[in-house]
């Protein structure tokens, strides 16, 4: 099960970090199209800002070569957090560094395996489908394998399956392929944690079979020295419905980009997705909801708070294409503003090329609300207890939607991450 | 024994003097009740008294046993004995009104029992209090939820704004008997400010104040709500 390309490459340290990746996509040359997908990658190149869609990252301080792997931590603990993602677990898939080291748990209908990356997804290719996409197409190339997670048509997985990502390379790749056949349902927890100093760059490919139905929690908390590139695609047949939530509380730069195309009528994508920003975080969050057929439902709420020097940007497309008829699309944004010096911005884009659907978009970026808080203190609520109070409040529509295992973590983390926010600007 | 004593209290919210020099002492387990015309500065007193955002007091003071409350932020004010139950409660999405009152000071392992105990008490479905803080309640729903904050916060003085609005005659009688047992309970000094006489056919006051253009112009005992309903506020109207 464990990939021969899980060996931390033995560079000097002056080797840069194309040299390297290079070196290291020729010596597993039979492994899939690396080297293609690495052509493909240098040949649209590293962004910079001002490509519209990276405008926001502080791309400045972003070198490659400082991701040149290190030697390894061969013991690297696992984090004590852990153990709350994996409570009442059907199915445990630890991944390090986009390994997959260890698969506990068996379920029947359930199957895990790996394979060469760059699978087609849908009826277009993996060059088609990231050809802009810089970090994805790296990740084809570098990434230890594809994890499959198969859910065989007609099964129901009542408990959640857990992945488990630890990252302690200097760059990391994971990449995750979850296939629901018809009928099924599952609910998926997928959880990121170390990431010191890293680059994490994961791609994930969701597919939904007709009447499939998919819970998925998606929480990165990694150290606020990673940089965080992140990539998932759900391809939604019909009646098929996705519930995803995003979470991101980590990284210094925190990309996620959620996508959803929807491919059969009646398929349903509801997004949550949510962060927290503090110190210089920057989290940048962007959505492309793609109705191909008509009959069919986008909901997407997000909603994040930035505090201290923070900033944050959400950018939400919503394509809906000639004939897709009746499709309701739907999104929603709110920021929160901690700080005087945190900073939020939204961003909605609509292409719509059919007249016969039904969309909106809504979106507010502002200070907690004074008279509010005004009320719980005068209940005698300290002014930090009330804003604590609020702020979890704010997040508490996010968690509610969630596992109770990941929510209560996802809470914790909330709290202690408002603790010592507070304890800085007061 | 406690009593809360306004003296001399002037307020203005934005340019206009709202209060111009209010005195009034309630004394612990009383039931006083300010009536007026509306215009008259009675939610200003409310608001004023819990440090509202835009109400300034520009003179006097209002004291619990000495320490003068309008000196204190509002969560402090609260904490030294006085609670306001507001004519609007605000609904605050996502906080659960266990969490909030365990943070004002509530015990946290009798919280639950006690709000569902006080729920029963007003004639409130115990459930609405589960969810978020006057979410998706109805204005009386709200007021009886107020009430049930109080019982469980229990403070020495309660101040409250129109409370009688929105309540129909069984939740009146339910709010107004509540009010009654807590001045027993805890010797809880009321204040209530309400233009309808009503409230008065089932809450004995003390003593009754009618406020005119910001200040008291009278004061008397039960008697005065008769005198008020026969003749309205036009005896006791000042003239500028």
Known sequence: MVSPLHCHWPMPPMTTFLDAASQRISTH?????????????TSVGLPTTSDEVWRYAPLHDFQLDTFVDRPADAALAPDAAEDVVRRDAAVVLTVVDGVLTDVSGEVAGVTVSTRAPGADLGDRSYVERYRADAFALLNAALCPATIVLTIDAHT?????????????????????RIDLGSSSSATVVECWFGGSDALVVPVSEYTLGANAN????????????????????????????????????????DRARNDAEFVGTGATNELHTTFLGS?????????????????????????GAVADESRSVYTGLIEIENGARRTDARQTNHNLLLSPHAHADTVPNLDIRENDVVCAHASSVGPLDAMQRWYLESRGVSRDDAERLMVQGFFNEMTAVMPPSIAALVDRDVADALARTTGRTS | MSELRIEGLRVT???????????????????????GPNGSGKSTLAHALTGRPGYHVTSGTATIDGVDL????????????????????????????????????????????????????????????????NVDLSGGERKRAEIVQMSVLQPRFVVLDEIDSGLDVDALGAVARRLQDATQEWGCGVLAITHFRRLLQ????????????????????????ATLEEHGYEPFRRTA
């Not at chain 1, 129901?156 to 995750?176: C, D, G, L």
């Not at chain 2, 509002?74 to 609670?83: D, I």
């Not at chain 2, 006080?118 to 479905?125: D, H, P, W």
Request: glycine share 8%.
């Open chain 1, 279 to 303: 110190g210089t975080q920057v989290h940048d969050f962007r959505t492309h909801q793609f109705h191909r057929v008509g009959r069919t439902n986008s909901q997407l709420l997000s909603k």
């Open chain 2, 202 to 225: 089932e809450l004995v006051p003390t003593a009754i104040h009618v406020v005119s253009d910001g200040r008291v112009v009278a004061s008397g005992g039960p008697e005065l709500a």
């Open chain 1, 156 to 176: 129901q997985v009542e408990k959640p399956i857990v992945i488990i990502h630890r990252t302690s390379a200097a760059s990391s790749f994971a990449n995750v």
């Open chain 2, 70 to 133: 309008l000196t204190l932020e509002p969560s402090e004010r609260a904490r030294h004995g006085l609670l306001l139950a507001l004519q609007q409660p605000l609904e605050v999405a996502g906080v659960r009104p266990v969490d909030m009152l365990v943070a004002a000071g509530a015990d946290a392992t009798t919280v639950a029992e006690r709000v569902d105990a006080e729920c029963e008490r007003v004639g409130l479905r115990p459930e609405l209090l589960h969810r978020f803080l």
């Open chain 2, 13 to 35: 919210v934005g340019d206009t003097e709202i209060l111009k020099g209010i005195d009034l002492v309630v004394p612990a387990g009383e039931v006083h009740v300010i009536m």
């Open chain 1, 214 to 253: 998919l819970q998925l929690s998606t929480y990165q908390r990694l150290s606020t020295t990673a940089w965080h590139v992140a990539r998932t695609t759900a391809l939604i047949e019909r009646d098929a419905r996705v519930q995803q939530s995003v979470i991101g509380l980590g990284g210094h730069y």
């Open chain 1, 29 to 41: 040359s039979s492994d899939g199209d690396r080297q293609a997908f690495f052509d493909a990658f």
